[in-house]
């Protein structure tokens, strides 16, 4: 067995940090490789990604011959591998599962781009605008009900990659949020997957690391 995950700087990556999370709790052993995707080395090094991988950008998934180049597709992948545990064997669930994964992939509301991963590590968090508040409130809203229908702990019950897929989202959005009253079953389960050994195995190191300042950060 030959499989080499590619993956980004740990306080800059939030779909390496996807990718590395689903192979982790399925139990798939994998290498890692980082890439130091911080200004300026990023272009050099993900130039060298590209002359295997058509994106040339992280996570990169090397599976002996099989070149697996994007987040999602390694998360599907790694639950392929552990038989399926990490969605819900129901169909309806299974699909309602891949709608959260899907909104995630594809910017969650844009909130991704406005409050970047990087944000969750800077000591001092800045006001959130309306928008983002209006938007994370929106997201908010949405897993309170998916938590009190399933019953908790997590999204689907047991832990399925929507979770997975949204704890870099997590992170960022309730270390800007001052008051996350409205949304208990939120708040206890955040808590529950921030507390994972794989994630706090992650998200140490993350914190370990000089921050990846953007002035765009400030409005
Ligand atoms: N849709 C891709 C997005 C990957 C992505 O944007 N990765 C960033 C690092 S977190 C990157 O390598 N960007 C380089 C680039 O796009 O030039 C996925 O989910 O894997």
New binding site residues.
Partial sequence: MNRILYT?TKN?????F??WLALREAGIEFEEHV?D?RRPQ?YAN?NR?AKFSP?????VLVDDATVI????A?MEYANDLAGGILLPADPKQRARARAFLAWQ?AGLSNLCPLLS?ESAFYPDKRDMTFDEKHQSARAYDCWEQQLQESGGPYLFGDLSLADIALVPSVLRLTTHTKDMSRWPAVQGWAAQLLSRAAVREWLEEANSLPVVWYGSYLP
């Fill in positions: 980004g800059a990556s939030s779909w390496a996807r990718a890439v995707i990023r993900l990604i994106p040339g950008a992280v996570p180049f994007d987040s999602l390694i992939h991963f």
